[in-house]
């Protein structure tokens, strides 16, 4: 089966501003920030919007005004390299302006965040002259004796309460400890771009995982079926917009219950597709049109025939 490519980067950026929820009116946050005209991009940028507030987040107080934040993946590793390079950015971005001095070496900082402890770089940073570091709170680790103030965020090790949504950006998760726990939450937002996003890579990410918990977890079923009533409904509804606008021309009756036929098969359309996303298999899929849509076995066949594609399966 061809490995899917998720895309960690977005879902890391889009968990940052959750995580500072309460304090957005604070920071103002740059994905992939350009430092300069060439292609060198610095993972995220959080700058404070009034000098001298205080962050009280945990993973941002040691937030100054200018915060150079550098993320790794599940795939990857932090490195002693990506500790020089990412000084090297720092540096570059101190630099880079139009006055000297304009932005002041002791207003930045840099956040490195992983998703497994950097025992290399750890052990490197501890073995340098004048360096010590300083495990301020689970997961949270303050280096000091460097050019900037520096902390290194440890995902797998940040506290599950204080970091709801950060501490499960992984592969691992467990249904009882981490999926029943994000059902809940994303039910009360899932309208938010930014919970989604962090949503989608997580369930993809952790996908046997979550179709375990389908069976098991009331709250991760309850969301799905929240998700397909939706579907449905704007299937339904998206069909009776169609038919009304066909029946001022060819009879509001006639044109009402067309409406309805066609968000009829908007709704089978969206269960098709969505259980064929999940990896269901065509007699799976049938059955959940025989039951949910009272569809005879022999049309609900030829649903899926006409939407599902069978050689994915």
């Not at 989608?200 to 375990?212: G, K, Q």
């Not at 060819?250 to 409406?259: C, N, T």
């Amino acid at each position: 089966m061809k490995t899917e490519i998720l895309q960690w980067h977005p879902a890391f950026y889009a968990a940052a501003q959750i995580e500072f929820g309460d304090e957005l009116d604070k920071l103002h946050f740059e994905n992939e920030h350009q430092l300069s005209k060439k292609p060198l991009l610095i993972d995220a940028l959080i700058i404070k919007l009034r000098r001298g507030d205080r962050i009280h987040k945990n993973i941002g107080k040691i937030f100054r005004e200018h915060n150079i934040i550098e993320y790794k993946s599940p795939e990857d590793y932090l490195s002693i390299n990506d500790y020089y390079k990412v000084l090297g950015y720092a540096c570059f971005y101190q630099s880079d302006t139009e006055k000297v001095c304009q932005i002041q070496p002791e207003e930045i900082t840099i956040t490195f965040v992983c998703t497994h402890f950097p025992k290399k770089l750890m052990n490197y940073l501890s073995g340098r002259k004048d360096f010590f570091i300083d495990c301020v709170e689970t997961g949270i680790y303050y280096v000091n004796g460097g050019v900037f103030p520096m902390q290194i965020i440890v995902i797998d090790r940040l506290s599950s309460e204080n970091n709801i949504w950060m501490s499960r950006l992984r592969k691992d998760l467990t249904i009882a400890d981490d999926i029943d726990r994000l059902a809940r939450e994303y039910r009360q937002k899932r309208n938010s771009p930014l919970y989604s996003a962090v949503m989608d890579v997580i369930m993809r990410a952790n996908h046997e995982v979550v179709e375990e918990a389908k069976n098991m977890c009331d709250a991760i079923r309850e969301l799905f079926a929240d998700e397909l009533e939706e579907g449905v409904k704007r299937g339904v509804q998206l069909g009776k917009e169609q038919g009304l606008e066909q029946g001022l021309e060819q009879g509001l009756k006639q044109g009402v219950q067309q409406g309805l036929e066609q968000g009829l098969e908007q709704g089978i359309r969206a269960l098709i597709l969505d259980n064929l996303e999940e990896r269901k298999t065509k007699e799976q899929i049938t059955a959940k049109l025989i039951k949910r849509f009272e569809l005879s076995p022999d049309n609900a066949e030829t649903y899926f025939n006409k939407y599902g594609n069978t050689t994915a399966l």
